[in-house]
């Protein structure tokens, strides 16, 4: 279904969630979710800078999305990029994007509860972030804070979540918009990689295949966002052309509008647009599945 995208904080959304599902919440519990939610107070300022940016949802929102109807699988941990991988990427170019993504596999741990490999991502995203000048917000008390909540899943994504904004907000403010693109365009890359690894049989009403379909959108935002930077690098302007390539087979997918729902509300019916639903079938499912394989498989592999 057609979304338009309105980025509030994640860490944000978990904190309500989780003071809303269980309210046997301890102290320093409940003193940790307002500290990370005061973290992003000034985000606010971000979106006027970047609007674009805040409509590609973080990885971490996809990733939640596919635990919240229920796929937990950890034996798809070899799915991720491999940490023994960082010794591949040299250049910039690929530093950054592998920054997004080894992010989004930082994410996937924290929320599908593997604490321990958590730990290990954390430090190839410390490694990759001192090495793109990001030491001064991927600090090593955060490594403490990750060993602390191992075993609190919903600790764990708020820390990762904030991690992601934070990096996301010194890039802007050191004035490095190109190198913030490569690490959007490989995060998202991720999350849809991901996605796409937890569809065991494809089904077309599938809520993880269409919330796939419907990154045709997320990726028109990720092209406009590449695109304001592409003159200031050649390797933004090189995965704008990947990400390019990659639309044309989101652009195979047909809109369908859907029919408009009548309510009865206090003996007055209204009448509610249906919006607009994508058709995605088995086909094309796994054509967009071997053009998000190559490119991501090109992206870890440094090729």
């Not at 599938?206 to 590449?226: C, G, H, M, W």
């Not at 408009?260 to 206090?266: G, P």
Request: aromatic letters at 8%; proline letters at 1%; one cysteine or more.
């Amino acid at each position: 279904m057609k979304l338009k995208f309105l980025l509030v904080t994640s860490s944000v959304i978990l904190a309500l969630l989780n003071f809303s599902c269980s309210g046997d919440k301890t102290e320093e519990e409940i003193t940790n979710v307002v500290d990370s939610s005061q973290t992003n107070s000034n985000q606010d300022e971000l979106t006027s800078n970047y609007e674009t940016f805040f409509q590609v949802p973080s990885p971490g929102e996809m990733l939640s999305f596919i635990k919240s109807v229920g796929k937990r699988d950890k034996s798809k941990l070899n799915i991720l990029n491999a940490v023994e991988n960082i010794n591949k990427y040299t250049d910039n170019k690929s530093k950054a994007l592998n920054f997004g993504i080894y992010s989004t596999d930082l994410s996937y741990c924290s929320i599908f509860n593997m604490g321990a490999e958590s730990i290990k991502y954390f430090k190839v995203v410390k490694q990759l972030g001192d090495q793109l000048g990001l030491s001064s917000t991927i600090k090593p008390e955060i490594l403490a804070r990750i060993e602390k909540n191992i075993d609190n899943t919903d600790s764990l994504s708020i820390i990762t979540d904030d991690l992601y904004y934070s990096s996301f907000e010194t890039l802007d403010e050191s004035k490095q918009g190109h190198t913030l693109a490569l690490v959007v365009a490989g995060g998202w890359l991720e999350s849809v990689y991901i996605a796409i690894n937890m569809v065991d049989k494809f089904q077309s009403n599938s809520p993880v295949v269409q919330r796939i379909a419907d990154q045709k959108y997320t990726l028109e935002n990720l092209i406009e966002f590449l695109k304001k930077h592409e003159g200031d690098s050649e390797d933004v302007k090189q995965v704008k052309s990947d990400m390019e390539n990659l639309m044309q087979v989101f652009n195979l997918l047909k809109e369908e509008k859907l029919s408009d729902t009548k309510i009865e509300q206090s003996g007055d019916k209204k009448l509610i647009g249906g919006g607009i639903n994508l058709v995605i079938d088995e086909k094309l499912f796994n054509e967009i599945k071997t053009k998000v394989t190559n490119l991501r498989q090109a992206y870890t592999q440094n090729k």
